[in-house]
Structure formats: C-alpha cells, structure tokens
C-alpha cells in the first residue's frame, strides 16, 4: 500500500468518526480522561505498556497490531499523524470499554462535562488529599474511600514499563473512582477482564 493511500484511508476513518453523533458516556470516553492521555504518551514514547495497562490480555493481540500500524502511519507527515493518533485512542478506549462489558458510542472531545465525582476523585489523587470528595461522599463510605484511595497511591509510582504493575495501578484507580461514585462492589481483579453493572469508568 502506498504512502498517499494510507493517507487516504485514514483520513477516510477520521471523517467517519468525526461526523458520528457525539455522546459523552463516561471519563474514559473523552480526549481529557487518563485513558487516552496514555494512549498518547505510549504513540509519543513507544512504551505501548501505558495504554495496555487499560486492557485486559484478551485484547492486547489486537491493541498491538492497532499501535504498530499507527506509529508506522505517523510518519507519514502531519495530517496522518493526526488521524492516526486519534485511530489508536478511539481503539484503545473501545477495548477498554469492551473488557468492562460497558457500550463504546465513541471517543469525546477535550472539554467534554463529566460528573462531579469523576473531577473530584481525580483532584484527589493529583492533590494526595481527599478533601474534594467531602461534600460528595457520605459519612458511612469513608472508611472504604480512604482504603481505596491509599491502594490507588501505593501503586502510582510504579515502573511504566511494567505492564503487571501498570494494570494494577488501574485496577485500583477504576475501583477509586467508582466507589466515590457510589458504586458498591469491589472490583477486584475483573477491571479489565470484564463486568457488568454499576458505573463504568
């Protein structure tokens, strides 16, 4: 396949996507949230590791053949670039959504509202101090909430390049941010292999 007719393709992927209806679903889904701002550091960097942490192995053979065909595109000039950045991280949230058992209706855009909890429980953690979540966490939660919490903090300094880690750094920081939204199991280990029920990051 030729340079322009990749080009062409994806640029062919990129007006399907952009002229979908757009519909904000959950953090996960929009350009802010952490799931693809790592998929873009892993296409800046090639340390595929920061976005495979948010897939499950079921979908690792696929999120890798997805990485390799747009870090090959990239270089193609910035107009592939750009469709391709956007081709991986449409992909990678749409594995993840899949291995919560959660509906992908596509990936928002920067700015996009999410709920109160969802920025608090984020603050939270970028401050190391619980306090924005005080007004929006009942009294009886708060002994779980701040187990969670000090779970999510114990694994955020960890290797980028250790993908065992990296998965356990997210499945404590889904299980945060649900349970500051009211969700009441635990996630355990079925973060990114897949549930069903309550919110979805």
């Given at each position: 396949?030729?340079?322009?007719?990749?080009?062409?393709?994806?640029?062919?992927?990129?007006?399907?996507?952009?002229?979908?209806?757009?519909?904000?679903?959950?953090?996960?889904?929009?350009?802010?949230?952490?799931?693809?701002?790592?998929?873009?550091?892993?296409?800046?960097?090639?340390?595929?590791?920061?976005?495979?942490?948010?897939?499950?192995?079921?979908?690792?053979?696929?999120?890798?053949?997805?990485?390799?065909?747009?870090?090959?595109?990239?270089?193609?000039?910035?107009?592939?670039?750009?469709?391709?950045?956007?081709?991986?991280?449409?992909?990678?949230?749409?594995?993840?959504?899949?291995?919560?058992?959660?509906?992908?209706?596509?990936?928002?855009?920067?700015?996009?509202?999410?709920?109160?909890?969802?920025?608090?429980?984020?603050?939270?953690?970028?401050?190391?101090?619980?306090?924005?979540?005080?007004?929006?966490?009942?009294?009886?939660?708060?002994?779980?909430?701040?187990?969670?919490?000090?779970?999510?903090?114990?694994?955020?300094?960890?290797?980028?390049?250790?993908?065992?880690?990296?998965?356990?750094?997210?499945e404590a920081?889904?299980?945060?941010?649900?349970?500051?939204?009211?969700?009441?199991?635990?996630h355990g280990?079925d973060h990114?292999?897949?549930?069903?029920?309550?919110?979805?990051?």
């Open positions: 396949m030729t340079p322009v007719l990749v080009t062409l393709v994806f640029a062919a992927t990129l007006a399907l996507v952009l002229l979908r209806p757009l519909r904000a679903s959950a953090h996960c889904d929009t350009m802010d949230g952490p799931t693809a701002r790592d998929g873009m550091q892993a296409l800046e960097t090639g340390n595929l590791a920061l976005a495979l942490r948010w897939v499950g192995p079921e979908g690792e053979t696929e999120l890798r053949e997805v990485f390799a065909s747009a870090r090959a595109a990239r270089g193609l000039g910035e107009a592939a670039r750009q469709v391709a950045d956007r081709w991986f991280v449409e992909n990678l949230v749409r594995v993840h959504r899949a291995g919560e058992g959660a509906p992908y209706t596509g990936l928002q855009p920067s700015g996009t509202p999410v709920d109160e909890w969802v920025t608090a429980a984020d603050a939270a953690l970028a401050s190391g101090d619980l306090s924005p979540l005080e007004e929006l966490v009942p009294a009886e939660r708060w002994d779980e909430l701040e187990r969670r919490f000090a779970a999510v903090r114990e694994r955020q300094d960890h290797d980028p390049t250790d993908l065992d880690a990296g998965r356990a750094y997210v920081y889904v299980g945060f941010v649900h349970y500051a939204g009211g969700e009441e199991h635990d280990g990114a292999h897949g549930h069903a029920g309550g919110h979805h990051h």
